[in-house]
């Protein structure tokens, strides 16, 4: 009756503390074929031919790759392009700049002062100044709409 507890259990695998029986090994071995030379050696499972389709897939994913790779060196090379034209603007806005700072300096009144006070001029005299009256009364002149002018006095 012991027996039966360690077949009938649901619960618990007792199989595992059981002691082992000897069974008996069901492979069957094939006749060994005689070996030949390495040249003509048959392969133990044929090899699969690649379909068309195998090999249109492989070409269009190295197709990808190397596209992908000159894509990048484009990239590459354009950005450094792009690199040399900003330093080259860079460089070009420097030297506007010293550029206009040179021009201020040439035309500042006390260059101007300088330049022509070298050149034996001097500022004029009240004597050398001379006032002349054109006119001594203002006028004003409006047009009509007939095509002729209305001359008035502003006093």
């Given amino acids: 009756m012991s ?3 360690y077949v009938d259990s649901l619960a ?5 503390f059981m002691p082992k ?3 008996q090994n069901n492979v069957v071995e094939l006749p060994r074929q005689a070996k030949t030379s390495s040249k003509a050696r048959p392969s133990a499972r044929p090899r699969a031919a690649l379909s068309p389709v195998k090999i249109m897939v492989i070409l269009a994913m190295v197709a990808a790759v190397a596209f992908t790779i000159y894509l990048r060196g484009e990239i ?3 950005s450094s392009q792009i690199a040399k034209m900003e330093k080259q603007i860079d460089q070009a806005q420097s030297e506007n700049v010293s550029l206009e700072m040179q021009l201020e300096n040439c035309v ?3 260059n101007l002062e300088q330049s022509a006070a ?4 001097h500022r ?4 050398q100044i001379t006032y002349i009256v054109v006119n001594d009364t203002d006028v004003t002149q409006k047009a009509n709409s007939d095509g002729t002018y209305t001359a008035a ?3």
Avoid: C, I, P, Q
Avoid at 12 to 16: A, N, P
Avoid at 118 to 121: C, E, I, N
């Fill in 3 to 5: 027996n039966r507890y």
């Fill in 12 to 16: 618990y695998d007792f199989d595992m």
């Fill in 21 to 23: 029986e000897n069974k």
């Fill in 76 to 78: 590459n090379s354009v």
């Fill in 108 to 110: 500042s009144y006390k």
């Fill in 118 to 121: 070298a050149l034996g001029m």
């Fill in 124 to 127: 004029a005299d009240k004597s």
């Fill in 153 to 155: 006095n502003n006093e």
